[in-house]
Structures are given as C-alpha cells and as structure tokens.
C-alpha cells in the first residue's frame, strides 16, 4: 500500500501533441500568491521610480549648483525666522503674528537678488499702504456708528479693491509694481475685514508689519551674502553666450552647405549639429532676457554694474540678434533643402561665400568680447569694413555668374543643328532653376551681413551708455611713445 501511494504521488498528467514534445501540466497558483507576485511587482516599480527620480535630481544639482545653492539659502532663511516662533523671548514680543515672517519668507525668497528684492520691496510697500489705509477706513466706521460700520467698511473694500485690480493692466504698474498691488489688495481686505471683530486693530496691524518687515530683511541679508546670484550678471552672459552662439551657427552653416562631400567621424556629428542649432537659443531668449532686465534694475551696483547700468539696452542687443538668426534660420533651411544648385555652380562662388561668412562670424565674435570684457574694441569698425568689402566682392562674384556660366549653354543651343525640328530647343529656364537656390542662400549672406552690422551699432551704443575702457592692449599702444630715428639713420640719410 506505501508504495502504491508513493507511486500516485509521483503521477503526473501529460498530453501527447503530434510533431510536439509532450508538455507537463502544472497546477494554478493560489490568490496568495498572485497578490505577493503583484505586490513585489509594484514595489519594484516605484523602487525603480524613486532611485531614477533621485539619478535626475542628482544630475540636476551638479548641472545646476545654483538650484542646490539657493534650496540651502532658503532652509538657511527659515531656519533663522522660526527662532522669533520657537523663542519664548521673541515670541511674547510678536505673538502668533510670528507665523508671518515664515509666510513672507516663503513668498518672497527667489532664485536671485534682483526677484528678491523686487517681492521683498513690493510686499513691505503694498502691506504698508494696505494697513496704513485700513486703519483710516477702520476709523471713519468707528465714528459713523454702530448701523454704518459695515456698509463704510464693505463700500470701501468694493472700490479700493476694484481700483487696485484694475492699475495691475496698466503697463508701468503691471512691470514694476504688480506684486505689490496684489499684497495691497489682501492686506487691506484682511485688515479692514478683521477689524470689524477686532478691538485692537492698530497692534494687529503694527505685529505683521513688523513680522513682515523681518522676513524680508532676512531675505535680502542671506541672499546678498550667501552666494548672491545676480540677475544683471546673467543677463550680461546670456548676451555674451548668444553672440558665441549665432556666430558658430553662421560659420557652421556655410561650411556644411561647401562642404557636403566631406565625410565627418561619427564622434563629432552630435557636436556640430549642436553649434548648428544654436541661432535656436537666441531666438527662444527674449523672455527671459526681458524677465533678467526687469528684475536687474532693482539690484544694487555689483561686479562691473553701477547701480544705473543700462540693461535695457541689452534688450537692444537682444533685439538685433533676434532678427540676425531669423535669417541664420533661413540659411540652415536653405542649406538642408533637398533642391540644391550644381557643383560647379557652387564652385564658383564658394570663396566669396566663405570668406563672407567668415569676416561676419568673427564680427560676431568680436562683439561677444566686447560685451563678456565690457571693453571697447578699435578692431571692430575695421572687421565691419571689411565685411563689407566682402559683400561687394560677393556681389561681383555674383554678377559674373551669368557670363561664365550661362551663356556658352546659351550659345551651344544656338549652335544646334536646324534640321532636327521634331527637338525643342533648350533653354536657360532650367539653368535659372537650378541657380535660385544658390542665389537665395547668396541674398541671406547678404542679408545677414546687414543685420550683423545693426548689432554692432547696438553694441556700440551699449559701450557708450555703460561707460566701457579701452582694452589694456589698445590702452598700451596709445601709451607707447612714438620712437624718434637713431642717431645712424641720420647719418644715412646724411
């Protein structure tokens, strides 16, 4: 009997297929352990998720140290205001109006000194004002009765409200002001509400004055101390990067159309694709160049910047090569068309083609020194001259197409025989077709080169404005004096 139970144990249903291996039919597994199988499932899955989320945050932070630095400075700023909550001594002094500061500190705080100060001003403002007529209003109710209270309070709240919202369309409020009108129309809705309940509204009103007023003291300390981060400074390298930028995409660009056949390692396409699209940058900067020089004009003097540096005449420059990579765009879509002109079209203007975008890219470059050492340059209304040159000669080059190109075709269709009537003759329509797309990428050159040289008076004015030296070279050789002829000389001539 064991053993015929052991051999029952051992049994095992199979199924015989034709032209298939026999398979063994294994039981179902229970809802125990379909759940764990899921569970261990799920948890591996967001296992997996929070280790790539902490992979990019920590790419992040060592791409961007200014992101970690400015996280640390508002913990800092947190840190020191909670002392007034925390503290009894503080405490007593603030009351649960203490919880104020760590609201403002939340509030206000930004990622650069410029944002900062900008909140911090329009909130002490704002709330000062909101409160100072609160108080007015608050008086005026008292003092009309019992009955008119509410509706003095309720009247003013709808028009002063209403005409606070209204000033946030107006430009000059909405560029300067409009964060304080909107702590304006909080505090003064709070206050002159609350005091309707309220009996000591003036303390009310005079603690989150004051918890307000520490919050953004300790916010401008910390964030002018601690690494300030300047928007001014970023501003002025944006400028100076884009300039890089567009002059490396212009170069890259003619180089690529001349130079198709030249086969370039696999290692350096990414890289050259890259400068390639880099007029990409300067044409998606106009908002943050108009958010940095906003918010520059409320930072004090720092670095090489007075307190009245000219940053919206960055703006200018901004302007000018906006429209320069408009036309950098319309060379690249040029140059990666599918209709292109023949070699030999090519061919022969190629060194004018060339040498033009080389003269304007060093412009470019020329003009990016300017601004990154904030220093005049005498080079450069010599390299604009002879880019200029190099549009005339372009030009010319241009002009000779039509003689050595087009006309022996012309004069072989002329030359053919007559008896072959059933051919039509040829014509130089299709030589002219084949032309247009040379001819198109030719006018942007030109183009552009006009449109380099609206930069350089942007940049020249910006110089004026700011106030830029001479590089320490130039200053060297208008030092250097004159060397009078050797006594020997003389003698030769003599």
């Known amino acids: 009997?064991?053993?015929?139970?052991?051999?029952?144990?051992?049994?095992?249903?199979?199924?015989?297929?034709?032209?298939?291996?026999?398979?063994?039919?294994?039981?179902?597994?229970?809802?125990?352990?379909?759940?764990?199988?899921?569970?261990?499932?799920?948890?591996?899955?967001?296992t997996s998720m929070v280790l790539k989320f902490l992979e990019n945050a920590w790419n992040l932070g060592v791409a961007e140290p200014k992101k970690v630095i400015h996280g640390v400075k508002v913990g800092l700023t947190l840190f020191l205001v909670s002392l007034f909550y925390y503290m009894k001594p503080l405490y007593d002094g603030l009351g649960g109006n203490a919880m104020w500061a760590i609201m403002t500190v939340v509030v206000v705080f930004e990622s650069n000194v410029g944002a900062t100060l900008y909140k911090c001003f329009n909130r002490v403002i704002g709330t000062f004002l909101a409160g100072s007529l609160a108080l007015g209003v608050q008086w005026i109710a008292c003092k009309s009765g019992e009955s008119f209270e509410p509706i003095v309070i309720g009247v003013s709240v709808f028009f002063l409200a209403s005409a606070a919202t209204f000033s946030r369309f107006i430009p000059s409020v909405k560029t300067h002001f409009d964060y304080g009108t909107m702590i304006f129309i909080l505090t003064f809705s709070l206050v002159s509400v609350s005091g309707y309940r309220e009996d000591e509204v003036f303390q009310l009103g005079h603690q989150r004055l004051s918890t307000i007023a520490i919050g953004t003291s300790l916010c401008i300390i910390i964030t002018i101390i601690v690494y300030p981060i300047w928007s001014g400074t970023e501003l002025h390298l944006l400028i100076f990067r884009n300039l890089g930028k567009l002059a490396d995409s212009l170069e890259g660009c003619v180089t690529e159309y001349f130079e198709e056949g030249k086969t370039v390692p696999e290692s350096e396409k990414d890289g050259s694709k890259r400068i390639l699209q880099g007029y990409k940058c300067v044409l998606n900067s106009k908002g943050t160049e108009e958010s940095m020089a906003k918010l520059a004009i409320w930072e004090p003097g720092h670095d090489r910047f007075n307190f009245r540096h000219p940053w919206k005449q960055y703006l200018k420059v901004g302007a000018a090569m906006r429209n320069c990579a408009y036309c950098v765009e319309a060379l690249n879509s040029s140059v990666n068309s599918k209709n292109q002109a023949p070699e030999h079209l090519k061919k022969h203007l190629r060194d004018a083609c060339m040498a033009l975008s080389s003269c304007s890219s060093y412009v470019l470059k020329e003009l990016a020194l300017t601004v990154e050492n904030t220093t005049k340059s005498s080079k450069i209304d010599f390299l604009v001259?002879?880019?200029?040159?190099?549009?005339?000669?372009?030009?010319?080059?241009?002009?000779?197409?039509?003689?050595?190109?087009?006309?022996?075709?012309?004069?072989?269709?002329?030359?053919?025989?007559?008896?072959?009537?059933?051919?039509?003759?040829k014509t130089t329509i299709p030589l002219i077709m084949e032309f247009l797309p040379l001819a198109t990428l030719v006018s942007l050159l030109i183009e552009i080169a006009a449109r380099i040289e609206e930069i350089a008076n942007a940049v020249d004015h910006l110089a004026g404005l700011a106030k830029f030296k001479l590089a320490m070279d130039e200053k060297a050789n208008q030092k250097k004096p004159i060397e009078e002829p050797t006594s020997n000389a003389q003698d030769d001539e003599m």
């Open 1 to 46: 009997m064991v053993k015929e139970n052991e051999v029952s144990e051992k049994l095992e249903w199979r199924i015989n297929f034709p032209d298939r291996k026999s398979k063994v039919l294994v039981p179902e597994s229970g809802i125990l352990d379909k759940t764990w199988a899921g569970l261990k499932g799920l948890l591996g899955r967001f």
């Open 385 to 425: 001259g002879e880019m200029n040159f190099s549009v005339q000669e372009l030009q010319d080059a241009l002009k000779s197409v039509p003689n050595s190109v087009t006309e022996p075709t012309v004069l072989s269709t002329l030359e053919a025989p007559i008896n072959e009537a059933n051919r039509e003759p």
